[in-house]
């Protein structure tokens, strides 16, 4: 079964408008989310991450928000620009284990 | 700068050939993975190592073998290909930190069709 969920599975807004991508997990014991970010014919890399005794982590214009209780997480990107295009998948690591699961991405357009 | 170097990049193989996807990094990290990329499914992990001469089962091994003869070197094995094993597959590395982090290094993807 899917261990993280992401929605939606695509995504278009307009240039200088918010991006939110967002994220659920089945397993409480994930105790760290980072999200990737990919562009066309390249591999994965790490954008952004965050613990669960966090709720909120920013990084530039680039924020996750993170409900325990809910075991839901989101992405927010904040005066989005044509070069955030790309794909960005969530995923969840449990403590002392050290593999990934990652969910299926969602594609982000960003109109100029 | 974590570098990680898969090859091939693109690979044609015909239903029952043998396929081997290889993976080299060259900073030193612990633990490597083999992840495959469908549209609609993400990344889901195939095997992984925590050092040389060790190879774990992830989510979805049926049908692949792994190999890690060195702290380099990492390969993905396909003894008898099948169509359903066209994709895209990632190889990753991280370190006891990298991976406390959650931050991996991926390759650049090798892209495999089975005919």
């Known amino acids: 079964q899917q261990q993280v969920r992401q929605s939606p599975q695509s995504l278009t807004v307009w240039e200088g408008e918010t991006a939110i991508l967002n994220c659920s997990y089945e397993d409480s014991t994930f105790n760290y989310f980072p999200w990737y970010q990919q562009f066309p014919g390249e591999g994965p890399a790490l954008l952004i991450s965050?613990?669960?005794?966090?709720d909120k982590k920013e990084d530039g214009r680039f924020t996750i928000f993170f409900n325990k209780r809910e075991k839901k997480l989101s992405l927010h990107i904040t005066d989005s620009q044509p070069g955030d295009s790309a794909t960005y998948f969530c995923a969840a690591r449990m403590s002392n284990y050290n593999v990934l699961y990652f969910g299926s991405g969602t594609k982000l357009t960003v109109e100029p | 700068e974590a570098a990680v170097t898969q090859s091939p990049r693109n690979k044609v193989a015909v239903t029952g050939g043998k396929v081997t996807l290889s993976c080299n990094q060259t900073n030193n990290h612990n633990n490597m993975y083999w992840y495959r990329q469908d549209t609609g499914h993400g990344l889901r992990l195939i095997h992984y190592s925590y050092g040389a001469g060790s190879t774990e089962k992830g989510d979805i091994p049926d049908g692949y073998k792994a190999s890690r003869p060195s702290q380099e070197n990492f390969s993905l094995i396909l003894e008898l290909a099948t169509p359903s094993q066209t994709s895209v597959y990632f190889c990753?590395?991280?370190?006891?930190?990298?991976?406390?982090?959650?931050?991996?290094?991926f390759g650049e993807g090798s892209k495999l069709t089975v005919l």
């Open positions: 990753a590395s991280g370190d006891t930190q990298g991976a406390n982090t959650g931050q991996l290094y």
């Open positions: 965050i613990r669960s005794v966090s």
